[in-house]
């Protein structure tokens, strides 16, 4: 009879229990709960006796125990990258018990837990939260900041006869087209170039200028962004050669890095001359991403 | 699993790989506590069986001790258990223990199968011949390597190797002496050398193991019973002056094995040979005094009982003779420890201080002689071993007499400290100390010697062709993250030297150079490398001699990568931090 009860519980239990998905051990202990609710209304017995829910309780005890201290298995290479030690430190730290691994062939057995309880106490910082997505996060990120030129020229577009017959007044009718701002963003945005063609001209001579604001924008974009506006009339920029500008990258970058390194591989472009004298047509949108994604190309930029 | 074929197999690998068990995965306390007590009770079986040979190889040999030709006897005992350890299982002589002290240092922990039986022979040869040497050493030996055995057969890793080792040992020790306090004491502080919390409780429970086994087996006797001693204040300040003799003694008896060793390396014959020597020696001093043949517990026996009767000059040149025979055993290749000896000379000298003391002031009240020869034993254990927790906790036990503490106390801590201040290494490191192979975790030699070429080369350098222009080497220079670049043979990829970033920066600004120069004239050729299987202090001191801040490792002609001081300051914190921060 006991025995039957007994079964009956575990078997309605584990049917039921949720403690798949749960860690903590309150989540089981309302599991029971409610596993013990169930078997009153599959019985029809309104009492269950308390020894026998002390009994499921001490099994999910341990059972929840074993649960928590649930090994994961990682290749030792990749579990060495994502605690940033050399793989053969990692072997020896294993081999000489000095860290809470243990080894079966070239995996990795351990418990998350214990082990980011002895990092802490061994003031070693590491990141094996991404080991289930097996670290490509990092490589991506890479990627994004080695984006092509021409991205951000998509996303920037090209804008045609800006209007103006001095800096302020074409970066303001420049900035005035920027359909994907709102027109607070666009006025801070006018600011902060002004600041910036104030405190030297981003003229760089052969007729073009980059204008940037100093600081990144990451509240207002979320991607490097260069806008490409063919100016109506040539302007005096200050530029270093003095001879005036006739078309402007606008560059909108959300990081130092994305910026600098945008900024690097436009000034190597800008730097052959027949790519100006191609500028100077004024060429259509199309036609102009068309070379710039060309020149990256053969510059090795974009591996094809 | 991965590597279990079938099913069938499966089952033996999990039993043999209980660290992986889920119970063990998160705590290994339980298992090593578990292993602890196995090992323990082997370690104490093996201390039986040693002392059960002993007692039947001495009963033996005892009738032939009256002939003339006696003192070959101990000659043959010494160059048979020499061949045997040469020849048989081909392990070096002595008594074991700075073995097992250097294996837990360096390696941790691992000793061969063999050494679990090998000194057990070979001690039983010597001392059961007359030889005058300790059967605990050896004995501590079998211990560390039955439990290092175990650990190897359980895929165990080296801290919980290391802490097996220190249980057989202390559960060799507490068998032998039945003296679970004195075997736990003597492993943490003698063979571990570090008093950290997860080998305490094993050890401790590997010591009861060992001492139930001897109990079960031989019976719960005391080894040095005697009557109680009343002591006074005369008794403990005159303790004083025989824990320095004690200290002076222990000193001049680790300086004579030594100087007896050297000399017996002098001699051009096979090592057997100076055995048999030492052996004869020793032989002949037994003709004329007895006394010192054998490990000598009768010897202690009648001291503590006050039933050794001659005057203080003849106990004086037993004592001399002891020592004598003690150095001439061990330092010409006789296999056994240290221990007893220790305990019958340190007997000897503290009932030579006794009679000394009734000559000087006959009108004083002295206690009873005995007290003076167990005093003199803790003095010469601890000025021996530099340890005198082991020195006090033995004698306590061993001669079952806690009123005798307080003089105890004093002996044991200035004869360590006496000892200490002449001879700072005990009998045990002295060797490793001299080799320089003592490394206790968390020092700067050990994590030296811990970190490997290998674990801190970096191998992000950009190689580049000898013959390659400077122009084109510019892109390579801006790819790089280094500032560092091998030059290597562009057909045979032979490592021919080293391109600092500073080589090139007086051409780097003048594009007329760009076509004139190749990488080979600008190469540094003479570099220092190291390779692979350098030890880093040697890689180190390479660096500091000539202040380079990076040194590449080359292995067969091939550049591998490079090592840098940032690097290795990175990996060195990390490493102390993992050997020193308490579990």
């Known amino acids: 009879m006991f025995a039957v009860h007994y079964g009956l519980q575990y078997f309605v239990f584990f049917r039921d229990s949720e403690f798949h998905r749960n860690d903590d051990f309150q989540d089981i202990v309302l599991t029971v709960s409610s596993t013990r609710q169930k078997l009153e209304g599959y019985t029809g017995v309104q009492k269950v006796l308390d020894l026998n829910i002390i009994g499921v309780y001490v099994t999910c005890f341990f059972i929840g125990l074993l649960h928590f201290y649930k090994a994961m298995n990682v290749k030792i290479e990749i579990l060495a990258r994502h605690i940033d030690l050399p793989v053969d430190t990692l072997d020896r730290w294993i081999r000489q018990g000095r860290i809470p691994i243990n080894k079966i062939g070239d995996n990795c057995v351990f418990n998350e837990n214990t082990l980011a309880k002895w990092a802490a106490a061994h003031d070693i910082r590491f990141d094996i939260s991404g ?11 890479e990627i994004k900041n080695e984006e092509p030129l021409v991205y951000a020229m998509q996303r920037g577009g090209v804008l045609h006869d800006i209007e103006g017959k001095d800096v302020s007044a074409v ?18 945005l006018y600011g902060q170039l002004i600041d910036r063609e104030n405190l030297m001209s981003t003229g760089i001579g052969n007729g073009v200028a980059i204008p940037h604001p100093r600081t990144p924008m990451a509240d207002i974009i979320n991607a490097a962004t260069i806008i490409t506006c063919f100016l109506k009339h040539p302007v005096d920029f200050h530029a270093v050669d003095d001879q005036p500008v006739f078309i402007m990258f606008i560059m909108l970058s959300h990081s130092t890095k994305t910026h600098l390194h945008l900024l690097s591989r436009l000034t190597f472009i800008l730097r052959n001359n027949s790519f100006i004298g191609f500028l100077r047509q004024m060429p259509k949108q199309e036609l102009f991403l068309d070379e710039i994604a060309r020149l990256e190309q053969q510059l090795g930029f974009i591996k094809i | 699993m991965a590597r279990v074929g079938n099913d069938k197999m499966k089952i033996f690998w999990i039993l043999r ?17 578990i292993f602890g007590a196995i090992t323990g009770m082997t370690s104490g079986l093996a201390a039986v069986i040693l002392n059960r040979s002993l007692l039947a190889m001495l009963n033996t040999v005892h009738d032939y001790r009256h002939f003339w ?12 258990s020499s061949l045997f350890l040469n020849k048989v299982v081909k392990e070096s002589p002595g008594h074991g223990v700075p073995e097992v002290i250097y294996s837990v240092h360096r390696h941790g922990g691992l000793l061969r199968f063999r050494s679990s039986f090998s000194r057990l022979i070979s001690c039983c040869l010597t001392i059961g011949s007359g030889g005058s040497a300790g059967p605990e050493a050896p004995v501590v030996m079998s211990g560390s390597a039955i439990g290092s055995n175990i650990a190897k057969f359980f895929s165990l890793n080296d801290r919980q190797r290391i802490s097996l080792v220190g249980c057989g040992a202390a559960g060799a020790i507490s068998s032998i002496f039945n003296a679970p306090v004195a075997g736990f004491v003597f492993s943490m502080e003698v063979i571990l050398g570090q008093w950290s919390a997860v080998n305490i409780i094993p050890v401790a429970i590997a010591s009861v193991a060992g001492t139930e086994i001897s109990r079960l087996l031989q019976g719960n006797q005391i080894v040095f019973s005697h009557r109680g001693f009343e002591i006074g204040f005369v008794e403990i300040t005159a303790s004083i002056g025989l824990a320095v003799i004690a200290a002076m003694i222990s000193v001049f008896l680790t300086r004579f094995i030594g100087t007896v060793h050297n000399a017996s390396q002098r001699i051009s014959a096979p090592k057997w040979c100076r055995a048999a020597i030492g052996g004869a020696a020793v032989g002949l001093i037994g003709l004329y005094m007895p006394v010192v043949l054998g490990e000598g517990y009768h010897a202690i026996h009648s001291m503590i009982e006050s039933q050794f009767t001659p005057g203080l ?39 030579a201080y006794h009679r000394f003391l009734m000559v000087l002031f006959p009108s004083l009240d002295w206690v009873n002689e005995g007290c003076f020869a167990l005093l003199g034993m803790a003095g010469l254990i601890s000025g021996m071993l530099q340890a005198p927790l082991t020195g006090i906790f033995l004698i306590v036990e061993i001669t079952g007499g806690y009123e005798v503490m307080l003089p105890l106390i004093i002996v044991s801590a200035i004869s360590t400290t006496a000892s200490h201040y002449i001879e700072p290494a005990s009998f045990y490191l002295k060797d490793l100390v001299g080799k320089g192979w003592l490394l206790p975790p968390g020092t700067d030699g050990r994590v030296l010697s811990d970190l490997s070429v290998k674990e801190l080369l970096e191998t992000d350098c950009i190689a580049v062709p000898q013959n390659l222009l400077l122009r084109d080497f510019i892109p390579v220079v801006a790819q790089s993250n280094r500032n560092y670049f091998p030059v290597e043979d562009s057909v045979t990829g032979r490592y021919l030297g080293m391109i600092h970033i500073d080589d090139i920066r007086p051409y780097l600004f003048n594009p007329g150079m760009y076509d004139a120069v190749i990488l080979d004239q600008i190469k540094n050729s003479d570099m220092d490398t190291v390779s692979l299987s350098d030890d880093l202090l040697s890689v180190l001191d390479k660096m500091d001699a000539k202040g380079m801040y990076s040194i590449p490792v080359v292995e067969n002609h091939r550049f591998l990568g490079l090592i840098s001081k940032a690097t290795l300051l990175d990996q060195y914190r990390k490493e102390l931090r993992v050997q020193t921060t308490a579990k």
């Open chain 2, 313 to 351: 000059v003849i106990v004086i040149i037993a004592c001399i003779a002891k020592i004598a025979a003690t150095s001439l055993t061990l330092g010409s290749g006789g296999s056994g420890g240290i221990f007893a000896p220790s305990l019958v000379i340190g007997s000897f000298a503290g009932l």
């Open chain 2, 17 to 33: 790989h209980p660290g992986t068990w889920k119970i063990f995965r998160f705590d290994d306390r339980l298992m090593l506590i």
């Open chain 2, 69 to 80: 030709w006696a003192f070959l006897l101990p000659a043959s005992g010494a160059a048979l």
């Open chain 1, 171 to 188: 970066i303001r009718s420049a900035v005035d087209r920027f359909s994907f701002l709102s027109p607070e963003d666009r006025e801070s």
């Open chain 1, 131 to 141: 080991l289930n997505t097996s670290g490509k996060d990092k490589k991506t990120r």
